[in-house]
């Protein structure tokens, strides 16, 4: 089983940054891909971003130029920078893994509000 432990959603005024991270239990070379997903209340959780094990990254159109998603294997984690943030990016964030192109894992959830 994988966990995945979040961290580093907030308040934060539109404009202004935050970075997400998230740990997983597991050497990260075991993902096919790990990601962030949004879920804005009475909407469905859409992909983010995304970054592949060689390090290709995709966004949704609406993040692109604003939020950068990285990965650090040596500490088993993948990070999103959101910069220049609105409050339409306010969401619940939750960390995503693929694991042997199969089996999805999430995280718990982190709460980002940006205030107007």
């Known amino acids: 089983q994988v966990q995945l432990v979040e961290s580093g959603g907030g308040l934060v005024q539109a404009g202004g940054s935050l970075k997400l991270s998230c740990t997983a239990s597991?050497?990260?070379?075991?993902?096919?891909?790990m990601g962030w997903y949004g879920q804005a209340p009475g909407k469905q959780r859409e992909l983010v971003a995304s970054?592949?094990?060689?390090?290709?990254?995709n966004y949704a159109d609406a993040v692109k130029g604003r939020f950068t998603i990285s990965r650090d294997d040596a500490k088993n984690t993948v990070y999103m920078q959101m910069d220049s943030l609105k409050p339409e990016d306010t969401a619940v964030y939750y960390c995503?893994?693929?694991?042997?192109?199969?089996?999805?894992?999430w995280g718990q959830g982190t709460q980002v509000t940006v205030s107007s």
């Open positions: 995503h893994v693929r694991r042997w192109a199969t089996f999805d894992y």
């Open positions: 597991i050497e990260t070379f075991n993902f096919n891909t």
């Open positions: 970054i592949s094990g060689g390090g290709s990254t």
